[in-house]
């Protein structure tokens, strides 16, 4: 009879049904979630030595206990990042999220209404989740015309206004518009190097760092 009442508990336990879960631990990892394009996703980069990857090893050396999950996709577009992120919030329950998207809708000439509603949406998605927000921006070249290029970076700061997000108004900032900015850059003059994701990190991290308490 005892061997029968034990197994029966171990069945119990297996599904759930012997009593409350223990409850999570107060140390357990909290998430931020980086939802990016080529930028975050360490494109033409030793593994590790993207500015995520830096993030990562800064919390490390804190000994904090936030950890990073990067999401980026190379080439990404906010459509494709609204359409992946119901699922990312669902499997990693970030609480932060960090959407650094929109430079890519840019290139391929996609409409601002649309690039606006896809990061608003995405931002009122993480919200309903339980995440804080933080809208990284992005800037184009002038040969883009300058009355488009003010009205793409300004899109950033109006979502993150609407959205009551936190904002980072131009990731490659000290980049971009270096004294030298070819030697930030690789070969492409487009994806900066690795030399260069210290400022990248350096650009996010007064925004984040508000989110993590």
Same mark, same amino acid.
């Given at each position: 009879? $005892?061997?029968?009442?034990?197994?029966?508990?171990?069945?119990?336990?297996?599904?759930?049904?012997?009593?409350?879960?223990?409850?999570?631990?107060?140390?357990?990892?909290?998430?931020?979630?980086?939802?990016? /394009?080529?930028?975050?996703?360490? +494109?033409?980069? $030793?593994?590790?030595?993207?500015?995520?990857?830096?993030?990562?090893?800064?919390?490390?050396?804190?000994?904090?206990?936030?950890? @990073?999950?990067?999401?980026?996709?190379?080439? /990404?577009?906010?459509?494709?990042?609204?359409? $992946?992120?119901?699922?990312?919030?669902?499997?990693?329950?970030?609480?932060?999220?960090?959407?650094?998207?929109?430079?890519? /809708?840019? *290139?391929?000439? #996609?409409? #601002?209404?649309?690039?606006?509603?896809?990061?608003?949406?995405?931002?009122?998605?993480? $919200?309903?989740?339980?995440?804080?927000? *933080?809208?990284?921006?992005?800037?184009?070249?002038?040969? +883009?015309?300058?009355? +488009?290029?003010?009205?793409?970076?300004?899109?950033?700061?109006?979502?993150?206004?609407?959205?009551?997000?936190?904002?980072?108004?131009? #990731?490659?900032?000290?980049?971009? &518009?270096?004294? &030298?900015?070819?030697?930030?850059?690789?070969? &492409?003059?487009?994806?900066?190097?690795?030399?260069?994701?210290?400022?990248?990190?350096?650009? @996010?991290?007064?925004?984040?760092?508000?989110?993590?308490?």
């Amino acid at each position: 009879m $005892r061997r029968h009442f034990n197994v029966a508990c171990a069945a119990l336990a297996l599904w759930g049904l012997a009593g409350p879960a223990a409850p999570q631990s107060a140390t357990a990892p909290r998430r931020v979630l980086v939802l990016g /394009d080529s930028l975050s996703a360490e +494109y033409g980069l $030793r593994r590790g030595s993207g500015w995520v990857a830096l993030l990562e090893k800064r919390f490390t050396e804190q000994q904090s206990p936030w950890r @990073v999950v990067n999401a980026s996709v190379s080439g /990404d577009t906010t459509s494709g990042g609204r359409s $992946r992120l119901p699922a990312l919030l669902a499997q990693h329950k970030p609480a932060v999220l960090v959407i650094e998207l929109g430079g890519n /809708d840019a *290139l391929r000439g #996609l409409p #601002l209404e649309m690039t606006e509603q896809n990061l608003r949406a995405m931002a009122q998605a993480a $919200r309903t989740a339980g995440a804080r927000v *933080l809208v990284v921006g992005m800037q184009v070249p002038p040969n +883009y015309g300058a009355s +488009y290029a003010q009205r793409f970076a300004n899109t950033f700061a109006q979502v993150a206004q609407a959205e009551k997000a936190a904002l980072v108004p131009f #990731l490659l900032k000290g980049v971009a &518009d270096a004294k &030298d900015p070819l030697a930030l850059f690789q070969a &492409d003059r487009i994806h900066p190097n690795e030399q260069a994701q210290a400022t990248l990190l350096a650009n @996010v991290w007064p925004a984040l760092q508000p989110l993590l308490k």
